[in-house]
Each structure stands twice: as structure tokens, then as C-alpha cells.
């Protein structure tokens, strides 16, 4: 079953100050299913950011269509956006201080989703302390951030993602700044909740290493998705050849199949025994690229 869809999804960012308009998603099509766990990988500026923004209600869309579950986002008022934050997203961010309040115990940081939905208080307690226990914090509860590691404070702050039971849940770079060994303990308990708990997960990073931890490799090159693959098929970011076909039969190529080509604006396309071959118009060098 669908449960993210995504048609022609364009973000614009205007500033008034210079009078410019920064397109930042230029007709992004994506399907993701139910309990799917996927990461989205591209440089510095290429829009996964924004995407996560988008789908987390923390951006509006400019144009386009943006369904979640039953929630058509793109056609959310600033309010109801606030509602379905508050309700369906779960997010993760890179930086521990957007995750959890420094202040007060990991296990208060976990209550406060719970409270905000106003579930009593024995049920908020039980609750908390079984997802710390499900993220290996179950002799931590009353330690604040400060007194954690830096794994340990991601993994709280997955915990704290989790608590008000949401259908969606965002991960901005969660592994950004831990060392590969915190890294892949981070990661081994989220893809273990993403699979007790069913939830969809979408995790935006620039480490491949990190994204092959995900079912399904999305890669976003300048605001367009450039390919695609589950991960179980790659070694290298280079045997990603799946692309997706926009309604107006669009198709964005894979980054390193586009620095191959000589010729950048024409492409001859045939039609052969039922598959279509793509030929850079070269005069001294015609390959055919099967897609």
C-alpha cells in the first residue's frame, strides 16, 4: 500500500530582503509504502532537507501533490499543519538540542509528547520507560542529556520521537555526529523499532554507508529525484540504476550517469522489441544505455 505519494512537488523560498526566489524541490515524484524505511541521500543544497521539511509539515509546499496516510498536505492550513505535527510526525534531528530538553530527565522528555495528548500521568510513566528500555536506556531514566553520551542522547531522542505514537517519523542526519560504531548502534535501534512498532521512517543523510542501513536508497540531486534501489542491490552509490517517470514523461539521470555524457542536451531515444534505448548523440561515439 502507498502511504507517502508525491507528485510534481515544487518548494520556492522567497526572500523579501533581496527580492529572489530559490527553487529548492523542482517536481519531486516519490511512492513510499506502509512500514517502508527509507533514506534520502544527496549533497549539500540538493533539497532532502527541504523534502523532510516538507513531509514533517514544518514547510509548505509551494505546488504540487503531497498525500500522507489520509492527509493531503498540500492542502493544509498553517493550523491544521500544526495538528498534524503535534499528531503524526515523529522527527529526529542531528543536533541533540532540537531533540530533548537539557534541563529536566530523559525520562521527563519523553512524558512531555505524552502529556501534550493528555495521557494520564501512570500510563505517560509506564509508557516512557518502555520505549527507553526498547532503545537500551532502561537504567538511565532519570539522567538528564548532559549526563549521556552522544549515542546515548540520539537514542533518547528516537525514544522521545516515538512517544506520542506517530504514523511518520523523520530523521534529519540523526547520525551526523556520532563516531561508525555509535553510528550503527543508533541505527540498529531504529530500524528495530521501525519494525516493532510498523511505522513509516524516512532518514535524509550524505553517508551511503549510513543509507544502506535502509530498505530503500531515494537520491535527490538538485531538487529532483535522480534514482533509486533497494539496498540490498548496492555496493557502490553507482549501481543505482532505477529512475523514476514523471506524468509528463520527465526523467531525471542518475548523477553518475549524467557526468559520463558528452553531449548534455541531446539524447536519441528508440523503441525495441518492447524496451526503450537511450543514445548519447555523439558523431564519434554512439552507446546505447538500456533503461
Known sequence: ???????????????????????????????IKEGEFISIIGPSGSGKTTLLLVLAGMAEPSAGYLRVGDVRLDQLTDDSRSLYRRFKVGTLWQIPNRNLI??????????????????????????????????????????????????????AGLACALAHNPILLLADEPTGELDSKTAGELLRYFKELNETHGITAVMVTHDF????????????????????SPTE???????????????????????HIVDKLKVRREILIEEEDGKIFMHQNDKNNMKKAKK
Open 102 to 155: 537539557w534541563e529536566i530527565s530523559i525520562l521527563e522528555n519523553v512524558e512531555i509528547p505524552m502529556r501534550l495528548l493528555g495521557v494520564p500521568r501512570e500510563k505517560r510513566i509506564k509508557d516512557a520507560k518502555e520505549l527507553l528500555s526498547e532503545v537500551g536506556l532502561s537504567k538511565r531514566y532519570m539522567h538528564k542529556p548532559s549526563q549521556l553520551s552522544g549515542g546515548e542522547v540520539q537514542r
Open 1 to 31: 500500500m502507498t502511504f507517502i505519494e508525491v507528485r510534481d512537488l515544487i518548494k520556492i523560498y522567497y526572500t523579501k530582503e533581496y527580492n529572489v526566489r530559490v527553487p529548492a524541490l523542482r517536481g519531486i515524484e516519490l511512492e
Open 209 to 228: 554507508d549510513v543509507a544502506k542501513s535502509t530498505d530503500r536508497l531515494i537520491q535527490i540531486v538538485d531538487g529532483r529525484i535522480s534514482g533509486y
Open 233 to 255: 542491490k548496492l555496493k557502490t552509490i553507482r549501481d543505482m540504476h532505477h529512475v523514476y517517470l514523471d506524468r509528463y514523461g520527465g526523467i531525471q539521470l542518475p548523477r
